[in-house]
């Protein structure tokens, strides 16, 4: 079960490393079509959604330095916190502006934290 986490909690870290690419680098291009922005938009809402991919950035990084630490139990600390976090995000999300993300957030981090608190 652990190594099932394991991989979910990559593939949230690879949802999310492209959700930081797409609300700040790419937001101007890739960005506007994901989230359907129109482009008369864009540049009000650029400021905001960069701010938004630095705290997902944030959600990558608590996932990676759990995955990366060399003592499991402060390893697993970071990674269960980082995937609550992400669970709530995209509920939030989904009640506030699609139900889009629980399907791209919240089920993949909550599959990824079951296995975790049952490994």
């Not at 490393?17 to 079509?33: A, D, M």
């Amino acid at each position: 079960m652990l190594l099932i986490a394991t991989v979910l909690t990559a593939v949230v870290i690879a949802i999310h490393v492209y959700i930081v690419l797409i609300e700040t680098v790419l937001f101007r291009t890739r960005g506007r079509k994901v989230f359907g922005i129109k482009e008369d938009r864009v540049d009000a809402l650029a400021p905001l959604m960069s701010n938004q991919g630095c705290y997902n950035g944030f959600l990558v990084a608590a996932l990676a330095v759990g995955l990366l630490h060399r003592n499991p139990a402060i390893g697993r600390a970071f990674v269960v916190f980082g995937l609550v976090c992400v669970v709530v995000a995209g509920a939030w999300g989904a009640a506030t502006v699609s139900r889009r993300f629980l399907v791209v957030q919240s089920v993949p981090a909550t599959l990824a934290l079951v296995g975790w608190l049952t490994a």
